[in-house]
Structures are given as C-alpha cells and as structure tokens.
C-alpha cells in the first residue's frame, strides 16, 4: 500500500477483477465504486455510466475539502521550479 498526501491508496494489478480502490475520500470512491461491472455491462449503459462517474469526480474536484475554508497547507507553499 503506498500513500498519496497521508492517505493510504491501493492498488491492485489491471489484469486481476477485484473492489476498485480506496482513496479515503468517501465521494471519490463511491464515484469510483459505481463503475463495477462495467465492462460486463451493455454498452448503451456504459456511457451514462462513465458520465455520471466523471460528474461525481468532477464535483469531488471542484468541493472544498475544509469546511472552513482554508486552503491546504501545500497551497501555501510557493511553486517550484
């Protein structure tokens, strides 16, 4: 398991079906959740499918993860080179 910003994120190998992984972030993976089966699925749901997940990821992008408002620390940081 590696971590990404202190949280745990797994991965399993492309080749092998399984629970998609977990990010820690509870809008994240239930938009990643919701593509289970895709594959199986008819291919004139694979669309709406596919589109409803980028909407959800969208959001959980676009949401502030403080409630109040604060930036998170490495925004503070000035950019580097």
């Known amino acids: 398991m590696t971590t990404r910003e202190g949280v745990p ?3 399993q190998p492309e080749d092998q079906p399984g629970e998609p ?3 820690g972030v509870p809008a994240v993976d239930e938009a990643i959740g919701g593509l289970g089966g ?3 699925a ?5 669309h ?3 589109a409803q997940a ?3 990821l969208q959001r959980a992008l676009d949401a ?3 409630p109040d408002g604060a930036p998170p620390s490495d925004r503070d940081q ?3 080179p």
């Open 9 to 11: 994120v797994t991965q």
């Open 42 to 46: 008819p291919l004139s749901d694979q």
């Open 54 to 56: 980028h909407t959800a």
């Open 64 to 66: 502030d993860p403080d």
């Open 48 to 50: 709406d499918r596919l």
């Open 21 to 23: 992984p977990k990010t």
């Open 78 to 80: 000035p950019a580097r």
């Open 38 to 40: 895709l594959d199986d």
